[in-house]
């Protein structure tokens, strides 16, 4: 195999070699073939389904994505980001509107985060199998993480840049100009009672909170 424009490709170079079981696990093709059916839906020549900027087929209704998109990076992650993305132009759809993008930040990099909130951790270290045992079967060599492992992991997230409900600033602010939106929807800012002290900014960890020059009015 040798590989052309990030695919495997054969190279017509044969070799016999001896073996008690053959799986055949190769090709990431797309059988769709099923939504032919459907007027409008796109199909490209190699199975793949065209979709269009709101993830939706060509069919009112059908959104698709992972390995039935054309694209040379098939993987796990990539099929479950853009399921994510799907999900969010589908629960606009059923709400009779369209998803807009919200406006990303910039990214918060390490300087710019309070590290006084956080405790070192050490990063858990997986089980791995000893190579000697690893090839005499097919067990799993990286043991993964338990559900306490994976969520002690994700404690150690920084959350650069994104809001984790601190309540921090909340419970900062000299003015009460910050106002909570309750559980998941952080907080709203009273520009009207800010008098831009920055003592939310300075004591946010993650740098969720950027102070700008107040827009002049034009009398
Ligand atoms: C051998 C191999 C190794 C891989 N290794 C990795 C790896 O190490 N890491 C990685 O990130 N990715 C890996 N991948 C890629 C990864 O598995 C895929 O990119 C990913 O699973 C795509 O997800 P999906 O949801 O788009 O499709 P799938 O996971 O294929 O899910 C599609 C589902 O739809 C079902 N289906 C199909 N037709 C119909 C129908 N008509 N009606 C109802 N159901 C239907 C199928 O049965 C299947 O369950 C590997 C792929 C292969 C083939
Ligand atoms: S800048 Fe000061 S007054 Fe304004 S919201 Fe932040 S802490 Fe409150
Ligand atoms: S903006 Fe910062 S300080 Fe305020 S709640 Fe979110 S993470 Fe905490």
Redesign the pocket.
């Known amino acids: 195999m040798k590989v052309e424009k990030g695919k495997a490709v054969g190279c017509n170079e044969f070799e016999t070699i001896d073996a008690d079981v053959l799986i055949v696990?190769?090709?990431?093709e797309t059988?769709s073939g099923?939504l032919r059916s459907l007027t409008g839906v796109v199909i490209n020549e190699d199975g793949t389904i065209k979709i269009d900027m709101q993830r939706m087929t060509g069919y009112e209704g059908v959104f698709a994505?992972?390995?039935?998109l054309p694209g040379e990076n098939?993987?796990?992650?990539?099929?479950?980001g853009?399921?994510k993305k799907a999900a969010k132009y589908i629960d606009a759809f059923l709400k009779g509107n369209t998803y807009q993008k919200p406006e990303k930040h910039l990214t918060a990099s390490y300087k710019k985060l309070h590290m006084w909130y956080k405790t070192d951790a050490p990063q858990k270290e997986q089980d791995k199998l000893a190579p000697e045992v690893a090839i005499q079967n097919f067990d799993e060599v990286n043991a993964g993480l338990s559900e306490k492992e994976s969520r002690y992991e994700a404690q150690r997230c920084l959350s650069c840049g994104n809001c984790f409900e601190c309540d921090g600033c909340f419970g900062a602010c000299p003015e009460d100009a910050i106002i909570k939106l309750g559980a998941g929807n952080r907080y709203k800012f009273n520009y009207d009672a800010c008098t831009g002290c920055a003592v939310c900014y300075e004591q946010c960890p993650c740098h969720a909170i950027e102070m700008i020059p107040e827009p002049v009015k034009s009398i």
């Open positions: 696990a190769n090709k990431q059988d099923f994505g992972g390995d039935m098939r993987s796990a992650t990539i099929a479950i853009q399921g």
